[in-house]
């Protein structure tokens, strides 16, 4: 009896799981947005340094429509919110006749460190400026819940600092 009653509440816990990421999944259906460094990438990238570009390449969005890209810092995404404003500036692009998006240099170096999300809104369906299911995004991928990040650059002069203690740590062990 007391099984019984175990694997029903963990039976419910599963199901309501289930149905909770599903609806998130569901949540933005207007294709894919991936994050890339140059054109010619195959892979996404997902962590940039300051001195690299950030491109998005986007699939499966609504042909022959123009989108607008924007840069956000990283946030808990959903459906009906408002955009907030971008940290670079937001870029036109058009799909093709089968929803393909031309890689698109979104944000020139040097890029800021931080953690950041890309919303392709819809200009031609759904509602501008609001996130819904017309719309195309990179989020959940790393660190957490961001689309791609940026991490700072540790200078020169930090790295010898270290390297020099680290050498002294080392000749102090043999002597
Ligand atoms: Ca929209
Ligand atoms: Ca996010
Ligand atoms: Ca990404």
New binding site residues.
């Given amino acids: 009896m007391k099984a019984n009653f175990l694997f029903t509440i963990l039976l419910t816990f599963i199901l309501f799981t289930l149905l909770l990421s599903l609806a998130y999944a569901t949540q933005i259906t207007g294709g894919t ?3 890339i460094s140059k054109p010619t990438d195959r892979e ?3 962590k940039f340094k300051p001195t690299d570009n950030v491109y998005a390449k986007g699939s499966a969005l609504k042909p022959l429509r123009r989108y607008i890209i924007y840069i956000i810092n990283d946030t808990w995404l959903e459906e009906g919110m408002v955009i907030p404003p971008s940290v670079a500036n937001p870029v036109t692009a058009t799909t093709d006749a089968t929803g393909y998006l031309a890689p698109t240099l979104i944000w020139a170096s040097p890029l800021k460190p931080g953690n950041y999300d ?1 919303i392709a809104d819809c200009q031609d369906e759904g509602v501008k400026g609001f996130l819904d299911d017309s719309d195309a995004i ?1 989020d959940m ?2 660190n957490d819940t ?3 990040f940026v991490i700072p650059e540790v200078p020169f002069g930090v790295i010898m600092a270290l390297s020099a203690c680290a050498l002294a740590f080392l000749i102090k062990r043999k002597i």
Wanted: net charge negative; glycine share 8%; aromatic share 8%.
């Fill in positions: 947005i991936t994050s996404e990238i997902n890309i990179d991928e790393i961001a689309g791609f």
